[in-house]
């Protein structure tokens, strides 16, 4: 098959949705088929890095892109607005069976003028909780979250298959379809290199932060923004730490809410307990969490939460506060420890209490950290985009 995929952002600009439509273009390609990718071209100079997903490099059609303001992190490439472009024209003579829109706004409306004129299906995977970043809007919060859904629900309807990373979403976009509609929702989640990851050397950081060899290491990595709730991560760390002398925090990434972690982390309580890393490229970010003993996340805005599968593959135990997805990568009680999210008064407790439980009991850690690695092929890309591709089949059929 012809696939064009269509996206927002991409890479060299790291996160989830570019991960995943890099994933997703090159497990096409290994499979045989012919893969498009229409995205924003990236600044001047910058070049496209490996991010560690296995398949041959798509071709790519670049539509004209600015830098957005400085809310976003820098190389976030948006796609102009314009109606026509090389890029689309490119797009249109490729003649795609399938269309793959990986964002509902600039490129999925192109996107979806590429299918009607093929006469392609149109697929969408929703792949951002956009109400949970309605906070950088201000005073526009409340009529943008209303704007954007009504917008989601006209863009739904001319999909012939909507694709959600995780059951918890893929049920809230059924109660917001018509009945006729929802067996369009379909579950797929992102896939991973489970074998990449396995086979990466892993980079200890106890020497670099000054801790001492036997620390046990508690490892939180993603975009440090508000949605993403690392001050979470790190309240729960200060109590944990009272009760667990040893344990030491590891935060892997960058973004918004760094200066504010790097205060926090000067507390007489965590002074030389908690080292960030800053923003790192993505197999460095990976390497440096294989090393550690147990993986944090509080995010309550995720569709998925790529990250707890990729630190599940390299074996470390999760603890996570629940929310849209978990449940889909960590087995409670099996592979990691799930807390409860309500009341939020009590989160940083809650989650406090169970890192204390694994950084506490090696017996335990080590148990759940063997039950992450033997199944950890349930999380492989090779299986994700071969259901992408059946999905694709059915379509066109």
Same mark, same amino acid.
């Given at each position: 098959?012809?696939?064009?995929?269509?996206?927002?952002?991409?890479?060299?600009?790291?996160?989830?949705?570019?991960?995943?439509?890099?994933?997703?273009?090159?497990?096409?390609?290994?499979?045989?088929?012919?893969?498009?990718?229409?995205?924003?071209?990236?600044?001047?100079?910058?070049?496209?890095?490996?991010?560690?997903?296995?398949?041959?490099?798509?071709?790519?059609?670049?539509?004209?892109?600015?830098?957005?303001?400085?809310?976003?992190?820098?190389?976030?490439?948006?796609?102009?607005?314009? $109606?026509?472009?090389?890029?689309?024209?490119?797009?249109?003579?490729?003649?795609?069976?399938?269309?793959?829109?990986?964002?509902?706004?600039?490129?999925?409306?192109?996107?979806?003028?590429?299918?009607?004129?093929?006469?392609?299906?149109?697929?969408? #995977?929703?792949?951002?909780?956009?109400?949970?970043?309605?906070?950088?809007?201000?005073?526009?919060?409340?009529?943008?979250?209303?704007? #954007? =859904?009504?917008?989601?629900?006209?863009?739904?309807?001319?999909?012939?298959? %909507?694709?959600? $990373?995780?059951?918890?979403?893929?049920?809230?976009?059924?109660?917001?379809?018509?009945?006729?509609?929802?067996?369009?929702?379909?579950?797929?989640?992102? +896939?991973? =290199?489970?074998?990449?990851?396995?086979?990466?050397?892993? %980079?200890?950081?106890?020497?670099?932060?000054?801790?001492?060899?036997?620390?046990?290491?508690?490892?939180?990595? +993603?975009?440090?923004?508000?949605?993403?709730?690392?001050?979470?991560?790190?309240?729960?760390?200060?109590?944990?730490?009272?009760?667990?002398?040893?344990?030491?925090?590891?935060? %892997?990434?960058?973004?918004?809410?760094?200066?504010?972690?790097?205060?926090?982390?000067?507390?007489?309580?965590?002074?030389?307990?908690?080292?960030?890393?800053?923003?790192?490229?993505?197999? =460095?970010?990976?390497?440096?969490?294989?090393?550690?003993?147990?993986?944090?996340?509080?995010?309550?805005?995720?569709?998925? +939460?790529?990250?707890?599968?990729?630190?599940?593959?390299?074996?470390?135990?999760?603890?996570?506060?629940?929310?849209?997805?978990?449940?889909?990568?960590?087995?409670?009680?099996? =592979?990691?420890?799930?807390?409860? &999210?309500?009341?939020?008064?009590?989160?940083?407790?809650?989650?406090?209490?169970?890192?204390?439980?694994?950084?506490?009991?090696?017996?335990?850690? &080590?148990?759940?950290?063997?039950?992450?690695?033997?199944?950890?092929?349930?999380?492989?890309?090779?299986?994700?985009?071969?259901?992408?591709?059946?999905?694709?089949?059915?379509?066109?059929?």
């Amino acid at each position: 098959m012809r696939v064009l995929l269509t996206t927002e952002s991409f890479l060299p600009y790291v996160s989830g949705v570019t991960v995943s439509v890099d994933t997703l273009a090159r497990g096409l390609g290994a499979r045989g088929h012919e893969v498009l990718v229409l995205a924003p071209r990236p600044k001047p100079g910058a070049m496209i890095e490996p991010v560690g997903s296995p398949g041959p490099a798509p071709r790519y059609a670049w539509l004209p892109s600015y830098q957005l303001p400085s809310v976003v992190p820098e190389g976030y490439r948006m796609p102009w607005p314009q $109606p026509w472009t090389d890029a689309m024209a490119a797009a249109t003579a490729f003649g795609p069976d399938v269309v793959h829109a990986h964002s509902p706004f600039v490129s999925g409306l192109m996107g979806r003028r590429a299918a009607r004129a093929a006469g392609a299906p149109l697929v969408f #995977t929703h792949h951002t909780r956009f109400a949970d970043y309605r906070h950088y809007l201000g005073p526009l919060a409340r009529p943008g979250a209303w704007l #954007t =859904d009504a917008y989601l629900r006209a863009f739904w309807a001319a999909c012939a298959a %909507i694709v959600a $990373p995780s059951h918890d979403l893929a049920g809230e976009i059924r109660g917001r379809l018509p009945a006729v509609r929802r067996e369009r929702v379909h579950v797929i989640p992102t +896939g991973i =290199d489970v074998r990449g990851l396995r086979a990466l050397a892993a %980079i200890d950081v106890r020497a670099e932060a000054g801790w001492p060899a036997g620390s046990v290491v508690a490892v939180t990595l +993603g975009r440090l923004a508000p949605e993403k709730s690392p001050t979470t991560v790190l309240e729960a760390a200060a109590v944990a730490m009272r009760r667990a002398p040893m344990l030491r925090l590891l935060v %892997i990434g960058g973004g918004p809410s760094e200066g504010e972690l790097r205060r926090l982390a000067a507390r007489p309580d965590l002074a030389g307990r908690v080292f960030l890393t800053g923003a790192l490229p993505r197999q =460095d970010a990976l390497a440096r969490a294989a090393a550690g003993d147990l993986f944090a996340f509080a995010s309550r805005t995720e569709t998925q +939460g790529l990250v707890l599968a990729e630190a599940l593959a390299v074996g470390l135990p999760a603890v996570a506060v629940d929310g849209p997805g978990v449940r889909d990568s960590v087995r409670d009680g099996i =592979d990691g420890l799930v807390v409860e &999210a309500d009341p939020e008064a009590g989160r940083s407790a809650r989650l406090a209490e169970a890192i204390v439980r694994l950084a506490t009991n090696p017996e335990l850690r &080590a148990g759940m950290a063997g039950h992450a690695r033997a199944d950890a092929e349930r999380f492989s890309s090779t299986r994700r985009v071969a259901e992408a591709e059946e999905l694709y089949r059915g379509l066109v059929g």
